[in-house]
């Protein structure tokens, strides 16, 4: 397949390009949260018990979570396209199952299947940036699909929720089901192969030199980008969590202003996040990295104050304003940075940095309500964790390795 394929590699990353590696990017998160507000929905049609419907959200983040572990190496090894492939006919595949799933057994077990194949878009997509572009030029380029893939988690749910009243949750899924089909389509008409024969057998070379990658992917400078953004990420997963709880039942909006306000913590990361595919063009990728994770330490920290003093739970929603927002400086950039430590083994950098983020993500969402719904508390004790350990994985990524 790849030989018939001459003009791969372009080193560019055009506009066409860039919006099907965006629409890879947001399938996943669109597949995780868009029918969550279908749950109850769910139990009562498929005779369910709520336990049964939630294990079908938790099967599929296991599968997306394995996955990249799986599909991200084999690019690295057999190239890019063919494993996109594979795994995005999965993906169609296990969707229309769930679709017309007759019970809750073989939606769970379609939905782990759908995870397992939506994520080679997620892994390979990043590998193929990896590919063609570095430095600056994929700091932009990852910055630009935040715009469409960090924002997806944000506003899934609120899509689900507009579409629940007159589709369903069977119509929800197969609007999933479109996009796995649109995405499919999009990369056979689309993307070429990036990874050329001689780059995969030196990929894979058994000889550990200096350029191995292993080696490589346990260096200071992979493992703290890494960790960087995956606990970035967690900082936006806790918020996203907590925030029904803490817009509608601390600070008391109801159903349209939390929507006002989820939307416009959404339009904040999508507005800085197109600024930072700017500021690269100008400014170092490590500081403007740097900026964002002060600012989401300085907005985590000020949150935590204010609950702390007790002040009127209003003010909690300016902090949180500011660290979403300021997450689009980090997203993107340190995506890049933690990709062009590991120039040889892109996509099994790509699969440890997304299982990290999936892995991060489902274990910070339940400890943002240990104690119950009448306390910020939890979520600010993650997010300033979160953030500090972030802070802290980035100043050592930024320490020059001993000689």
């Known amino acids: 397949m790849d030989h018939a394929r001459p003009e791969t590699a372009t080193r560019t990353v055009g506009g066409p390009l860039l919006l099907v590696l965006a629409l890879l990017s947001?399938?996943?998160?669109?597949?995780?949260?868009?029918?969550?507000?279908?749950?109850?929905?769910?139990?009562?049609?498929?005779?369910?018990?709520?336990t049964a419907v939630q294990l079908s959200l938790t099967a599929f983040l296991i599968g997306v979570t394995l996955g990249q572990l799986v599909f991200g190496p084999i690019s690295d090894r057999w190239g890019r396209l063919r494993p996109l492939l594979v795994g995005a006919a999965l993906c169609v595949v296990a969707s229309a199952?769930?679709?017309?799933?007759?019970?809750?057994?073989?939606?769970?077990?379609?939905?782990?299947?759908?995870?397992?194949?939506?994520?080679a878009g997620m892994v390979i997509g990043r590998a193929i940036i990896s590919d063609l572009v570095t430095g600056k030029a994929a700091a932009r380029v990852f910055s630009l699909m935040m715009i469409v893939g960090g924002v997806a988690p944000v506003i899934a749910p609120l899509v689900g929720g507009f579409l629940v009243g007159p589709i369903?949750?069977?119509?929800?899924?197969?609007?999933?089901?479109?996009?796995?089909?649109l995405m499919l389509l999009s990369i056979i008409v689309v993307v070429r192969e990036t990874l050329p024969p001689q780059r995969r057998a030196r990929t894979t070379g058994e000889h550990a030199d200096s350029g191995s990658p292993l080696k490589a992917l346990s260096s200071r400078a992979f493992v703290g980008y890494t960790c960087a953004f995956?606990?970035?990420f967690s900082v936006m997963m806790a918020y996203i969590s907590a925030s029904p709880f803490l817009y509608q039942e601390m600070i008391g909006?109801?159903?349209?202003?939390?929507?006002?306000?989820?939307?416009?913590?959404?339009?904040?990361?999508?507005?800085?996040?197109?600024?930072?595919?700017?500021?690269?063009?100008?400014?170092?990728?490590?500081?403007?990295?740097?900026?964002?994770?002060?600012?989401?330490?300085?907005?985590?920290?000020?949150?935590?104050?204010?609950?702390?003093?007790?002040?009127?739970?209003?003010?909690?929603?300016?902090?949180?304003?500011v660290a979403v927002g300021s997450l689009g400086l980090v997203f993107g950039n340190a995506?890049?940075?933690?990709?062009?430590?590991?120039?040889?083994?892109?996509?099994?950098?790509?699969?440890?940095?997304?299982?990290?983020?999936?892995?991060?993500?489902?274990?910070?969402?339940?400890?943002?309500?240990?104690?119950?719904?009448?306390t910020a508390g939890p979520l600010a004790i993650v997010m300033i964790a979160s953030a500090l350990i972030a802070l802290v994985a980035f100043t050592l990524a930024e320490r020059p390795a001993r000689p």
């Open 26 to 50: 947001a399938v996943a998160p669109f597949a995780t949260d868009m029918y969550l507000p279908a749950f109850p929905q769910m139990t009562d049609e498929l005779s369910a018990s709520a």
């Open 97 to 119: 199952v769930a679709v017309w799933a007759p019970s809750v057994a073989v939606l769970v077990i379609a939905r782990f299947v759908q995870g397992l194949g939506g994520a």
């Open 168 to 181: 369903g949750w069977r119509g929800i899924l197969a609007v999933v089901l479109g996009l796995a089909v």
């Open 230 to 232: 995956a606990f970035a």
């Open 253 to 321: 909006l109801g159903t349209v202003g939390y929507g006002l306000a989820f939307g416009a913590n959404a339009l904040a990361l999508m507005t800085v996040s197109g600024l930072a595919a700017r500021l690269t063009r100008t400014h170092s990728v490590r500081r403007l990295v740097g900026i964002g994770i002060g600012l989401v330490v300085a907005a985590t920290m000020t949150f935590g104050l204010l609950v702390l003093a007790g002040l009127p739970p209003g003010w909690l929603a300016i902090p949180i304003f």
């Open 335 to 374: 995506t890049a940075l933690a990709l062009q430590a590991v120039p040889h083994a892109a996509g099994s950098a790509s699969a440890i940095l997304g299982a990290m983020q999936f892995g991060l993500a489902a274990l910070v969402s339940p400890l943002v309500s240990i104690r119950g719904e009448d």
